[in-house]
């Protein structure tokens, strides 16, 4: 199905002249489609798997990790050009999908109804902080490392639990990251280098159950980390800090986002640590934080 996708973005992109915005959020939406669909089967996505029920649990999905309506709704919008596609194409019958299936809509209607951006002020992420380096749980170097680099870099859950230990290097108290091991961008940290260091000189030898373990974040198995580790290790903190809000990594993005725009950083740069593809998530994610700080100020 992978052939079709490429043929359809060409057709939108060179023949029907949809604009570039258009474009990188189809692209993007018919990406994370096809990866929820290999990541179910384990294998890749053939034309059998692109069904209603798939189409309901991919939405579903996507709600569950915060996806607001109108991300959602234009999910389902491009699923539904690419289905029309593949029926000119002859590859799928005539209305195979029920895309107004109460299956379908039912995600849509319970995911947020707007895309407010929110991010961690500094009273609360100082509160994080104490609370962490004040704790006696075993794991407490560990997280603390976590939310530092997620606060101060932004990168997505997917790349940080990628990191190995050789994407570390360590000089005069300074940790620099490798966060593009193709493109050797390494990122010089500031304020998360001490938990970092923390972590590395003490907290990460609680975890190691075996003599060669390369993965920088461990579990408590002294296996590789996995998203839904972070996650929950995030949810975990935010409780016990008492956030108003639920302390997830979007809301550790968002807030990392502000910081690096307040220091000046370009925004290629801002684009590139986010691992955002499209420049315009970057702009669009800025002026909605940007509106926020006004509506609170």
């Known amino acids: 199905m992978q052939d079709y996708v ?15 915005s258009t474009y990188l959020a189809y ?21 059998a798997d692109f069904s209603t029920s798939q189409i309901a649990a991919f939405l579903e999905a996507e709600r569950q990790v915060g996806c607001n309506r109108s991300t959602l709704l234009r999910r389902r919008a491009a699923l539904q050009s690419f289905a029309a596609f593949l029926q000119r194409r002859g590859a799928l019958p005539q209305s195979p999908f029920e895309f107004h299936a109460l299956s379908v809509l039912e995600p849509i209607v319970r995911a947020r109804p707007q895309n407010r951006a929110e991010c961690l002020s500094p009273v609360q992420i100082e509160a994080l902080n104490r609370l962490m380096r004040a704790s006696q749980r075993p794991r407490a170097s560990r997280d603390h490392a976590i939310l530092s680099l997620l606060l101060e870099t932004g990168i997505s859950i997917g790349r940080l639990v990628k990191l190995d230990l050789a994407d570390v290097a360590v000089e005069k108290g300074r940790v620099s990251l490798n966060l593009q091991p193709q493109a050797g961008f390494w990122f010089r940290l500031g304020a998360a280098s001490k938990p970092m260091i923390n972590y590395l000189n003490d907290g990460r030898l609680e975890f190691i159950r075996q003599a060669v373990q390369p993965a920088l974040f461990l579990n408590q198995t002294g296996q590789r980390m996995s998203r839904q580790g972070v996650w929950q290790v995030l949810q975990y903190w935010g409780r016990a800090a008492s956030l108003p809000l639920s302390l997830s990594p979007r809301l550790a993005r968002n807030t990392a986002a502000v910081s690096l725009f307040r220091a000046d950083v370009p925004l290629e740069a801002i684009q590139s640590l986010l691992g955002h593809r499209n420049p315009h998530s970057t702009q669009a994610l800025l002026h909605r934080l940007a509106k926020l700080e006004d509506d609170e100020g």
């Open 6 to 20: 490429e043929d359809f973005l060409e057709e939108i992109h060179s023949r029907l002249g949809y604009s570039k």
């Open 27 to 47: 692209a993007t939406d018919l990406r994370r489609f096809m990866g929820y669909l290999q990541q179910r089967s384990g294998d890749f996505p053939r034309l």
